[in-house]
Nanobody, 124 residues
């Protein structure tokens, strides 16, 4: 059974950087994809970035493109989200999620496995 555990959240000033990690326990199939989602207070959970487990193809939401970078380390069984040039509107709980399928999906319902989330707060 696959489990996901996020870490790396915290408080950062606007313009700063933060790196989130998602530790994957259990075995993911090669045709899996992982995504980062976020949910701000009173807002819907939204897609941030995704990566295919085998090939490492990536896809980003327009709001984070060129600021955030998703990567994975298959040997470490981990996925990372490097966040640069952070803005107050990036403040949210960030979730790691996994789906079985060779493509990256923006739809939260396509992801079956979720971590518990980690809070990122960007102060102005």
């Amino acid at each position: 059974q696959v489990q996901l555990v996020e870490s790396g959240g915290g408080l950062v000033h606007a313009g700063g950087s933060q790196r989130l990690s998602c530790a994957v326990s259990g075995r993911l199939f090669s045709n899996s994809a992982l995504g980062w989602f976020r949910q701000a207070p009173e807002k819907e959970r939204e897609f941030v970035a995704g990566i295919t487990w085998s090939a490492g193809w990536t896809y980003y939401a327009d709001s984070v493109k060129e600021r955030f970078t998703i990567s994975r380390d298959n040997a470490m069984n981990a996925v990372f989200l490097q966040m640069n040039s952070l803005k107050p509107e990036d403040t949210a709980v960030y979730y790691c999620a996994a789906r079985y399928g060779s493509n990256i999906s923006r739809a939260r319902n396509d992801y079956r496995i979720w971590g518990q989330g980690t809070q990122v707060t960007v102060s102005s």
